[in-house]
């Protein structure tokens, strides 16, 4: 006697010989199964398109469509939907069995068929569905985990694409590439403008690649636009991420990293460097000029104390380009496993007009890697070195009108020599005065101003710095390895800044600043005197001495007093300070 059926089927069975359903549906249903018999296709398809049945049964040979071509009927009626289905008939024909599976058929049966065999059939059924039935629920957890993936990519899409601000990389001096391994790039390049036009390029490369990687390197992001805005050195803004990485990030997490700093109007760059390749100065005709080669180590594997700020600046032709680039690109290996390196990078760019080279680089990354991902992330940023702002940042259009409410304020600033040498003062004060209401919009052409008075108070007050080693070729280089060699070795001397905002009824604020040293001074009145006149054609090659004409240009007025080694300059918070420069 067959066992009852562990699972209970319903089941419709097609037979047109009413004996042989009478004693299909006996069995069935003592088996412990529900059951709904017709003697036709067209039945049989009628029922199926009210609700579908556990299993189909069908004889072969029905009136009209048989039953193998009801199986296929049902196959393309119920969109590759599985009915489990069992043919039976009275014939061992090879043949028909054969069409009954291709036609879909999961089980053969011949008729008569004792209830064990019935039985024996249902169960090898059971175990089909019982193995659809896991599938569909692996099925729907993949699907249920792929749309959490999606999610999860997406949101971490829009984060990063807030956070990178590639609308930044919309300067028209910075040009770029990458290449991800994965989804997502390990690799980031950003790029901003300090409120002197000093334009700051930062190309990281984190640890591994993929989502993980890509994470490692957003902590590198806030810091580099918060402090670029504000005017800090690219010096500061690495030792500020190397923190930011050591605080938030696990010890075998760090971030190769190369900072640049384009200073448009003196004409150099300056360069820190820290477990990236070295970037190429890259002269118009495409060959290698200068290949910075100073290696620090990469953000977040030593401490404050340990870090090393020290950076490479070097004068630059205005027709020269830089160019930065992760170690992804120099390893990408040819047919016979010979790596690309600077060598062969420097020899694709030779005789490469600038607008050729970024095509370039990018078909021999595609070449290399038969257009599929790299092994490791690439990237790739090439920076023009010449450019055509305003000397002075203009005021938004508006903001300089705003109305202000009675707001008196001073403040004053010393910086000893210990101070002087780990801090960037103009950032520091213009942080400081940017809280007060209506000087945001100003902040450009103050940074300008504050910049003018410290750096001359600094190098030439208190390092005692002549202009005159700017001139030649060299010139900007050698002045500023002497400024680097004597600010290390000052041991006293101070900079004194006092600014105070004044407000008449009537007219619009006045801010007056007050700039002192304690070195020596200088002949002032022969440099304003000579800062008044046209300037001739030999002036403007001397590459120095534009300090005292800018003051005298933005601000209302300037005076020195003393010895030379006190400025006092009126900035006045309006639109006549924007007007004035034109």
Request: hydrophobic fraction near 45%; charge should be negative.
């Amino acid at each position: 006697m067959a066992e009852r059926a562990s699972e209970s089927l319903f089941i419709l069975v097609v037979d047109d010989n009413p004996d042989d359903l009478f004693l299909i549906r006996r069995d069935l249903v003592a088996l412990g199964h529900r059951v709904a018999g017709v003697s036709t296709a067209s039945e049989a398809l009628d029922h199926i398109a009210r609700a579908y049945p556990d299993v189909l049964m069908t004889d072969v040979g029905l009136p009209g469509m048989d039953g193998i071509e009801l199986l296929q009927t049902v196959r393309a009626r119920t969109d590759g939907s599985w009915i489990p289905s069992l043919v039976f008939t009275g014939s061992l024909d090879e043949a028909t069995q054969m069409r009954a599976l291709e036609a879909g058929a999961d089980a053969y049966l011949c008729k008569p068929a004792s209830r064990e065999m019935l039985h024996a059939k249902l169960g090898v059924i059971l175990r089909l569905k019982a193995m659809q039935r896991q599938a569909e629920e692996r099925n729907r957890e993949l699907a249920h985990y792929r749309s959490l993936q999606e999610e999860e990519q997406r949101l971490a899409r829009f984060v990063m694409e807030r956070l990178i601000n590639r609308e930044a990389l919309g300067d028209p001096a910075v040009s770029h590439f990458i290449a991800a391994a994965a989804e997502f790039s390990g690799d980031l390049i950003a790029a901003a403008r300090t409120p002197g036009n000093v334009l700051h390029v930062l190309l990281a490369d984190g640890a591994g690649h993929g989502l993980a990687a890509s994470l490692n390197v957003l902590p590198v992001t806030a810091p580099f636009y918060r402090m670029t805005e504000r005017g800090f050195g690219i010096d500061a803004i690495a030792r500020e991420i190397n923190s930011k990485v050591r605080a938030l990030l696990p010890v075998d997490r760090f971030i190769a990293a190369t900072l640049v700093a384009v200073n448009f109007r003196e004409r150099y760059v300056t360069v820190w460097n820290g477990g990236n390749p070295g970037p190429l100065l890259v002269r118009p005709d495409g060959g290698v000029r200068i290949h910075f080669n100073r290696h620090h180590f990469p953000l977040g594997v030593v401490d404050d104390d340990e870090f090393d700020g020290t950076v490479d600046a070097h004068v630059v032709n205005p027709h020269d380009h830089l160019l930065l680039f992760s170690d992804g690109l120099i390893e990408l290996e040819d047919e016979s496993g010979a790596a690309l390196g600077v060598d062969g990078l420097g020899t694709a760019l030779n005789g490469l007009p600038a607008a050729r080279r970024l095509p370039r680089l990018t078909e021999i990354v595609h070449c290399l890697t038969g257009g599929k991902p790299p092994r490791d992330d690439i990237s790739i940023a090439q920076i023009a070195l010449t450019d055509t702002p305003n000397p002075v940042p203009a005021a938004p259009s508006g903001e300089a009108q705003m109305p202000f409410t009675t707001s008196d304020w001073r403040l004053v600033l010393r910086l000893g020599a210990t101070d002087l040498k780990r801090l960037d003062a103009v950032p520091l004060i213009l942080g400081a005065i940017e809280q007060f209401e209506g000087v945001r919009p100003f902040a450009g052409r103050l940074f300008l101003v504050l910049s003018e008075l410290f750096n001359n108070a600094l190098d030439h007050g208190l390092l005692r710095l002549p202009s005159s080693l700017k001139v030649g070729i060299e010139g900007m280089d050698v002045y500023l390895d002497e400024r680097s060699r004597r600010l290390t070795r000052l041991a006293v001397g101070a900079v004194e800044f006092e600014l105070t905002l004044r407000q008449n009824f009537g007219q619009s604020p006045v801010l007056h600043i007050g700039c002192a040293d304690t070195g020596p001074g200088f002949d002032h009145e022969v440099q304003v005197q000579a800062a008044l006149r046209e300037p001739s054609s030999e002036d403007m090659l001397k590459g120095h001495g534009r300090g005292i004409p800018l003051l005298l240009r933005v601000c209302e007025e300037v005076r020195y007093s003393g010895a030379g080694n006190r400025v006092d300059v009126m900035f006045r918070l309006s639109e006549r300070s924007a007007d004035s420069q034109k």
